[in-house]
């Protein structure tokens, strides 16, 4: 079965600097979240798009934006990299009350 | 603002045998689901098993169970008959009925001993 697909794996950046990751949901979900996953730490919601509106947002810094294209893709952009945005980035995908699905996340660096 | 609380940062299994990880939950809503993930040392996060709030049996699903008592609020998981693939972090998540968010707890790291 398809499952969520994010890319890049990998990123390395330096701080100050902008990064775009993007997810491709299960086919036919119609719900995105993004959440990130600090070293040692339980995933935190960042925010979800349901039908390409924005549905919810949590803990999400101002330097973070994200968007739900009309092929139902995603990304989440960064800028002003921290140091202390690096961690896992997930990205998972449900239809309508069924549980979300995660995909293999973006392990992000920030030198 | 609802919370999760895992209680048992480590726990430690032999293999074949049973254990139950423990999560507990606050919430005001009446309408919610509750699940197990697990997570590997590949980092995926993999759904084990869901629960409705509204649904009194106990969800299963092959080797894992769940112990729902909602006056309670407790919702714990036990995997019978482990085995080495099931060393793993183990994530409780809420969601409410209404919510696109998922709240997780801490997570309890979970080793099986050969």
């Known amino acids: 079965a398809a499952g969520v697909i994010q890319s890049p794996r990998h990123l390395i950046k330096e701080k100050r600097e902008t990064a775009t990751l993007k997810c491709y949901p299960i086919p036919r979900h119609d719900t995105v979240y993004w959440y990130q996953q600090g070293p040692g730490q339980d995933p935190q919601f960042l925010i979800s798009f349901y039908e390409k509106m924005q549905s919810d947002k949590g803990s999400i810094p101002d330097r973070f934006s994200a968007q739900q294209f009309s092929d139902y893709h995603s990304e989440l952009n960064m800028s002003s990299l921290e140091l202390g945005d690096s961690a896992l980035y997930f990205c998972?995908?449900?239809?309508?009350?069924?549980?979300?699905?995660f995909g293999d996340g973006t392990r992000l660096s920030i030198l | 603002a609802q919370t999760v609380t895992q209680s048992q940062p480590e726990m430690s299994v032999q293999e074949a045998e049973t254990v139950t990880l423990s999560c507990t939950y606050d919430t005001s809503e009446s309408d919610y689901y509750l699940f197990w993930y697990k997570q590997p040392p590949s980092r995926q996060m993999i759904l084990v098993i869901r629960?409705?709030?509204?649904?009194?049996q106990n969800a299963t699903e092959n080797r894992f169970s769940v112990n729902f008592q909602k006056a309670a609020k407790s919702f714990s998981l036990k995997i019978s008959d482990s085995q080495l693939g099931d060393a793993a972090m183990y994530f409780c998540a809420y969601t409410g009925a209404g919510s696109y968010q998922l709240t997780f707890g801490k997570g309890t790291k979970l080793s099986v001993i050969p």
């Open positions: 629960q409705e709030a509204y649904k009194q």
């Open positions: 998972a995908s449900s239809y309508v009350n069924q549980p979300q699905h």
